[in-house]
């Protein structure tokens, strides 16, 4: 929270930049479903943004971006699958094509965060397999925050989404630390 103004909140990411990003609140202080995850996406995204700035030769630093983006990462999937999706597409049913490539862009990220966890970050293709994990996470976040978010926002309403965003925020806590424990891993 911010002092003086209660409705407001910094992310972490936007902490670690010294700038504040608003983020929306209901008047009990509970964030919406889209909204925290649009701010998890920005928090993915300063994580990419600092990896692309680190030198070739910032192998520890590498490893400590990667490690956060594993967590992050397989935390967000695992909230938007087992809450968020299920959710969206009983609220919208126009939706569901998206949602199942959404599953389907999540199975190719889970197992890339996996063979991650376990490389070497002085492996010639540590660099290279983040790369394309940032690719695929930025197509899969410009897919759901522009074609169908808004979707979702209008279907579900305003008290839903804070109901929902409350879910997913207690859900965290419970998510694998194993990005192979996702659902979208065997789907």
């Known amino acids: 929270m911010s002092p003086g103004y209660p409705n407001l909140t910094c992310s972490r990411a936007s902490l670690a930049y010294g700038r504040i990003t608003v ?21 993915v995204e300063s994580l990419f943004k600092q990896f692309e700035k680190a030198g070739d030769r910032a192998v520890k630093t ?19 699958e087992t809450l968020f999706y299920p959710a969206a597409r ?8 998206h949602v199942l490539e959404s599953i389907e862009e999540h199975h190719v990220v889970v197992w890339m965060l996996s063979e991650l966890a376990g490389m ?42 804070r109901q929902l965003g409350e879910e997913l925020a207690a859900a965290k806590s419970r998510a694998p630390a194993d990005p192979l424990k996702n659902p979208s891993a065997t789907a």
Do not use: C
Request: glycine share 4%.
């Open 120 to 161: 070497d970050p002085a492996d010639e293709r540590f660099t290279a397999k983040v790369t394309v994990l940032i690719e695929n996470v930025r197509h899969h976040v410009t897919e759901e925050e522009q074609d169908w978010f808004p979707q979702v926002r209008k279907a579900m309403g305003t008290k839903a989404l």
């Open 90 to 97: 009983k609220a919208a049913p126009e939706t569901a094509d």
């Open 23 to 43: 983020a929306a609140r209901g008047s009990a202080g509970v964030m919406d479903a889209i909204t925290l995850l649009k701010d998890d996406h920005k928090t």
């Open 62 to 80: 590498k490893r400590q971006l990667a490690d956060q983006m594993i967590k992050e990462l397989t935390t967000h999937a695992y909230i938007e």
